[in-house]
């Protein structure tokens, strides 16, 4: 799978781009303010209708305009899909894939499947376990079946459950939601479950060998002992009515990184940690891959910065052994070496045009 073609419109300081990339290595580089990481947003925004920055669309929208567009032809196992997103200050979000409305991102997501390294990044070590989780469900979703689905029926069932809760409901109620809630928290605690075990060998060996010390993960559910969540959902149950929400269950789950017996978070470095988890995404991106039996985008923004010229070359040597196409930005254009074959693209006051 392969991004060929891609333009955005009135995406925050773009007028109009127009690109063609490589199915390899492309490199974006400019100086800082210059709109290259706007192109990189702009991408991610056609493969997930959201920005990967967290902005919202008062800030997307080009100052001066009314609506943004982003559109692409993806090139995916011998056929060609059309994507498109618009999204509009008075009438809000649309994308289309083929010329077809949809009615969930998660269309956007399978037609253009792509991860992300950020400046950051290493709050997926750093920050608290909802990135981690989502980390998870995000190689479950590509890898996994209906997935998705069981996740969003357990998300409603947490809310349903939570509501009850604050409300001070019976607990007939309670113990109906209860059950279903139990019930879709299987589901996605599987899910979770088996997107780790097909990850977790490229996750330790690549992480050890970014790092330079010994890597593991560990996966904890959400609730603690041998008993099932139903179990421990009707010992709990007083302190859920007095906390006014659900304690236990996957939406407690914790990804555990340790390094050399220690936990990770908060005691390795910045530059340390943006390694670490970078290592995470390239194994996440490369155990989907396998199982897609084709190639993922992955974006780069600047990933040259908070690392020294070794650990640079480490990260790239490892990208380039990926077998995905990249997008990647940097200050300058001899900043990320993938190769000869690299396209290469100049940036300057959100124009974009190929130079190699």
């Known amino acids: 799978m392969s991004l060929k073609r891609f333009r955005a419109e009135d995406f925050r300081c773009l007028r109009c781009v127009e690109l063609e990339f490589e199915p390899g290595f492309n490199v974006i580089y400019g100086d800082n303010a210059s709109g290259k990481t706007s192109v990189l947003e702009a991408i991610g925004y056609l493969g997930r209708a959201k920005s990967f920055r967290g902005a919202p669309l008062a800030d997307l929208i080009r100052h001066d305009a009314e609506v943004l567009t982003v559109s692409g032809r993806v090139d995916s196992l011998g056929r060609t899909i059309t994507l498109g997103v618009r999204n509009s200050r008075q009438d809000g979000l649309e994308f289309r894939v083929e010329g077809v409305k949809g009615s969930s991102t998660a269309e956007l997501a399978a037609a253009l499947p792509l991860q992300i390294v950020d400046p950051d990044v290493h709050n997926l070590v750093a920050g608290g376990p909802e990135g981690r989780r989502r980390f998870l469900d995000w190689i479950a979703f590509h890898v996994e079946p209906g997935y998705l ?121 910045r530059g340390q940690q943006k390694l670490l988890a970078s290592a995470m995404v390239l194994a996440a991106t490369a155990a989907v891959q396998d199982l897609l039996q084709r190639p993922l985008l992955l974006l780069l923004d600047d990933p040259a910065a908070e690392l020294d010229a070794r650990s640079l070359q480490r990260l790239t040597t490892f990208v380039t052994d990926l077998g995905s196409q990249v997008v990647a930005t940097s200050l300058t254009a001899d900043d990320l070496d993938f190769g000869a074959d690299s396209a290469v693209f100049h940036v300057k006051h959100g124009g974009i045009g190929r130079v190699a």
């Open 149 to 269: 689905d069981g996740w969003r029926r357990f998300r409603r069932a947490l809310r349903q459950r939570n509501a009850a809760l604050k409300a001070g409901a019976a607990d007939a109620e309670i113990d109906g939601w209860s059950a279903e809630f139990a019930e879709l928290a299987g589901v996605v605690d599987a899910g979770r479950r088996q997107a780790l075990t097909i990850a977790v060998t490229r996750l330790e060996d690549i992480a050890t060998a970014l790092v330079g010390s010994r890597t593991r993960f560990e996966y904890h559910k959400g609730w603690t002992g041998d008993r099932s969540l139903a179990d421990a959902l009707e010992a709990g149950i007083g302190r859920d009515r007095q906390l006014g929400g659900t304690q236990l269950g996957p939406h407690r789950a914790e990804l555990k990184i340790v390094q050399d017996a220690r936990k990770a978070r908060g005691v390795v470095s």
